[in-house]
Antibody, heavy 122, light 110 residues
Framework: QVQLVESGGGVVQPGRSLRLSCATS????????VNWVRQAPGKGLEWVAL????????YYADSVKGRFTVSRDKSKSTVYLEMNTLRAEDTALYYC???????????????WGQGTVVTVSS | QSVLTQPPSVSAAPGQKVTISCSGS????????VSWFQHLPGTAPKVLIY???RRPSGIPDRFSASKSGTSATLDITGLQTGDEADYYC???????????FGGGTKLTVL
């Protein structure tokens, strides 16, 4: 069955870095784009980044552009979110989600992971 | 301030119908598909609607949606207490080249 499992969250000081992983299984990894979405405590959903099925292009929210980098490793069926120069406002539950193969949209979702928590605090 | 605008909360009695609105602009809803999500904080969001009106398998037809111009709506009929959750609309924004969510609407089933 399709699974996405996030890991790599934790407590980190402001200005430091962290790398999140989204390990996938149950589908052909190279055929699907993946999004990262986060939810800060008491806030709504915020889209973070998208990487295409082959890694040839990616997009970022303005709030993370220049600090976060999304990448993928087909040998590990894993998508990564490298987060640099972390700020307190990056504190959130981070989800990865696969795109929907039935959708006509560049931006779509079907299966989601359960999320990993990132806390940025001194 | 979210790019897409939703009412903060809606409420209705069990068995009734509720409508959640989502207002955007030409660069997002006006030009791109809309999705709707059901979310209980701390759990994985669930896709209720994609491509404006399409339901994924397993989503009951009590959930339906429409889009007109730069606005979209989600209708939930036959409300159940289990429908209490936060609901989000989302779309791609071609000007921002970014995905955008609404601020979320908390549904209370009285």
């Amino acid at each position: 069955q399709v699974q996405l499992v996030e890991s790599g969250g934790g407590v980190v000081q402001p200005g430091r870095s962290l790398r999140l992983s989204c390990a996938t299984s149950g589908f052909i990894f190279n055929s699907f784009a993946v999004n990262w979405v986060r939810q800060a405590p008491g806030k709504g959903l915020e889209w973070v980044a998208l990487i295409s099925y082959d890694g040839s292009y990616s997009y970022y929210a303005d709030s993370v552009k220049g600090r976060f980098t999304v990448s993928r490793d087909k040998s590990k069926s894993t998508v990564y979110l490298e987060m640099n120069t972390l700020r307190a406002e990056d504190t959130a539950l981070y989800y990865c989600a696969r795109d929907n193969p039935s959708s006509g949209s560049i931006w779509s979702f079907d299966y989601w992971g359960q999320g990993t928590v990132v806390t940025v605090s001194s | 301030q979210s790019v897409l605008t939703q009412p903060p909360s809606v409420s209705a009695a069990p068995g009734q119908k509720v409508t959640i609105s989502c207002s955007g602009s030409m660069s997002n809803i006006g030009k791109n598909y809309v999705s709707w999500f059901q979310h209980l904080p701390g759990t994985a969001p669930k896709v209720l609607i994609y491509d404006n009106t399409r339901r994924p398998s397993g989503i009951p037809d009590r959930f339906s949606a429409s889009k007109s111009g730069t606005s979209a709506t989600l209708d939930i009929t036959g409300l159940q207490t289990g429908d209490e959750a936060d609901y989000y609309c989302g779309s791609w924004d071609s000007s921002l080249t970014a995905g955008v969510f609404g601020g979320g609407t908390k549904l209370t089933v009285l």
